[in-house]
């Protein structure tokens, strides 16, 4: 009795899944977008002279940055010293020097550690 009921529910299934469907649409719609400026994604940019900047190019770039920073430390310092303790802006000019030296002392890390590490010798380009 079981085989039979399961035999027939297969039959009467069938023919159904074999109707079209109700509801038809077409889904090959094609949508034109046209890119602003503001959202065409960002070209990757080239190095120096149109090739990647090496670590001792971007570490010779950033000592030549040297007298700003010194600049940049005295005016933050005067800042913190001149602005009262309870003013609300106290707070963000000490989070300002204090990733000011961190900046500093990471690139003075780097900077050690280059007598450490020997240079790469320079690849040649490929084309």
């Not at 074999?18 to 080239?46: C, F, G, M």
């Not at 940049?72 to 000490?94: F, R, S």
Request: charged share 25%.
């Amino acid at each position: 009795m079981r085989n039979l009921l399961l035999v027939l529910g297969a039959l009467l299934a069938t023919p159904a899944s074999a109707e079209n469907p109700r509801y038809t649409r077409n889904q090959n719609v094609a949508i034109e977008v046209k890119l602003s400026d503001r959202v065409k994604p960002i070209k990757p940019t080239t190095g120096i002279q149109g090739r990647p900047a090496t670590a001792t190019e971007v570490m010779a770039i950033e000592e030549l940055k040297e007298p700003l920073w010194r600049e940049q430390e005295v005016i933050l310092q005067q800042l913190v010293n001149e602005t009262p303790d309870d003013a609300p802006d106290k707070a963000d000019l000490l989070f300002r020097l204090a990733e000011h030296y961190a900046k500093q002392q990471r690139f003075w890390r780097l900077k050690s550690m280059e007598p450490a590490v020997p240079a790469a010798p320079a690849q040649p380009q490929r084309r």
